[in-house]
């Protein structure tokens, strides 16, 4: 099943899912081992390797590392887990300019690659040997390849982006509640998505909201462009980017017409609206999707569906990758697993067990892939129409402080939705803030 729409001329699939890398899966261990800790570890003979990530990488949940270790007798797999992603890159910058403290195999998310590949490649084993890179959807290889052709990480996940609507809500305030016909009423882009939002305005279930972020919607903007907040050449252009510029005025509007609640997403006030039930839209990459079955809860299972994002263009909001430090004690061992991990069974079984989108396009015609299809969102047929939509994803330009610049801006957009800051102000505090730390 497809939800298909012509827009200038051009189809386009749509879809959606499930995932999150932003939820704690694990608790936290302190440190990532030292010398000697590796010695105690590898005293029964066994080799222990250590695998530092951050949020839901989905592995403990599909029993990986359990069939690894069985597939593996002399291995034994421990994960160290960040729940907060933010907390876990400083750390990791750290151990990488120290030398010590870093994992077997590491985790990097998408909005540090950038600064990872460009300052840090030589800490790192160079995988193109190791991996096969053709398999990966093209855009996502190339941002973890160096300018000398070192790979430095293995794809795990993407984030093709959909949007996520509550059906119910949409009925009670008029709006249609097909996925076509919503895919219809926003087919021109996010302007689209905000008249769609005025017209739910006007006969709004009481205590409801549209959407749930601005910033969401502005990172939504922004991932359908190439050039984002840098440019081929490494210049910040975040200021002067039309569709950085697009993206802060269709926030701004929002705000300004409280067409959002305006809530920071994953804290505990934007858990605690899903829970009441009080959005009717969010921005999807296809991690969302888990996190609103699991924040909604069961009250509102078959409510939910999920459609094309806004416009013609596909995007990508989100992904990780697996690397391999050059200090580890068993480098060998922490390629294989990386190339195990990242293989397509494995990105399938990992889709299966939480819902993260495979960036190896060849887990796309395996059952767990293609056939997939979500019960708590009117079992929308995710499979295949994320498949499509990340086949035809541009390649985003990256830049070393991409993520301190979207975290930066985002803070401003909820200060617009929540203190009423004049989007002027917010503009300028957000310029100087990302000033300071790009330097």
């Known amino acids: 099943m497809r939800i298909t729409r012509t827009v200038g001329g051009r189809g386009r699939g749509a879809a959606a899912l499930t995932t999150s890398v932003l939820t704690a899966s694990a ?5 990532c081992s030292s010398d000697s800790d590796s010695d105690a570890a ?3 003979g066994k080799i222990t390797l250590k ?7 989905g592995y403990k949940e599909a029993d990986l590392f359990a069939k690894y270790e069985k597939l593996h007798p002399n291995i034994n797999v421990e994960e160290e887990t960040t729940s907060n992603e933010q907390d876990y890159y400083p750390k990791l910058l750290q151990q990488l300019n120290t030398g010590s403290g870093l994992g077997d195999v590491v985790g990097v998310e998408i909005a540090r690659i950038k600064e990872v590949v460009d300052t840090q490649a030589d800490k790192f084993v160079d995988l193109k040997d190791t991996i096969d890179v053709s398999q990966w959807v093209d855009w996502k290889a190339k941002q973890a390849t160096a300018e000398d052709g070192k790979v430095i990480g293995a794809g795990t996940d993407i984030g093709p982006m959909s949007l996520c609507y509550r ?4 009925e009670k ?3 249609p509640t097909d996925r076509e016909a919503v895919a ?3 087919s021109g882009g996010w302007e689209d998505y905000l008249k769609l939002a005025e017209q739910y305005q006007k006969k709004a279930p009481d205590g409801t909201f549209f959407m749930d972020s601005a910033s969401a919607m502005f990172n939504g903007v922004v991932s359908s462009s190439e050039n984002q907040y840098y440019d081929a050449d490494g210049n910040a252009i975040y200021k002067d980017n039309p569709a950085v510029q697009k993206a802060w005025n269709l926030a701004a509007e929002a705000a300004s017409k409280k067409l959002t609640q305006g809530l920071p997403q994953f804290q505990d006030p934007w858990k605690a609206a899903l829970r009441k039930g009080t959005v009717a839209t969010v921005v999807c990459p296809a991690w969302m999707a888990n996190q609103i079955s699991l924040y909604s809860g069961d009250d509102y299972k078959g409510k939910w569906d999920i459609t094309s994002a806004p416009g013609e263009t596909a995007a990508n909001w989100g992904g990780s990758f697996l690397t391999v430090p050059k200090t580890g004690k068993h480098v060998k061992e922490a390629q294989e697993l990386v190339k195990w991990l990242t293989a397509p069974e494995q990105q399938a079984a990992v889709f299966k067990a939480v819902g993260i989108f495979p960036s190896n396009q060849g887990a796309y015609d ?3 892939v293609k056939n997939a299809k979500l019960p708590y969102f009117n079992n929308a047929p995710i499979g295949q129409l994320y498949a499509e939509e990340a086949k035809s994803i541009p390649v985003a330009v990256l830049g070393p402080k991409d993520g301190v610049i979207k975290d930066t801006i985002s803070t401003q957009i909820n200060n617009m939705e929540q203190r009423g800051t004049k989007p002027d102000e917010a503009w300028d505090a957000a310029t100087e803030t ?3 730390a790009i330097g």
């Open 42 to 44: 590898d005293s029964d």
């Open 27 to 31: 608790l936290l261990l302190t440190g």
């Open 167 to 170: 059906r119910d809500l949409f």
């Open 434 to 436: 990302i000033d300071k």
């Open 366 to 368: 395996l059952p767990e």
């Open 173 to 175: 305030a008029g709006l």
């Open 51 to 57: 695998v530092a990530d951050y949020g839901q990488f």
């Open 184 to 186: 219809d009423a926003v």
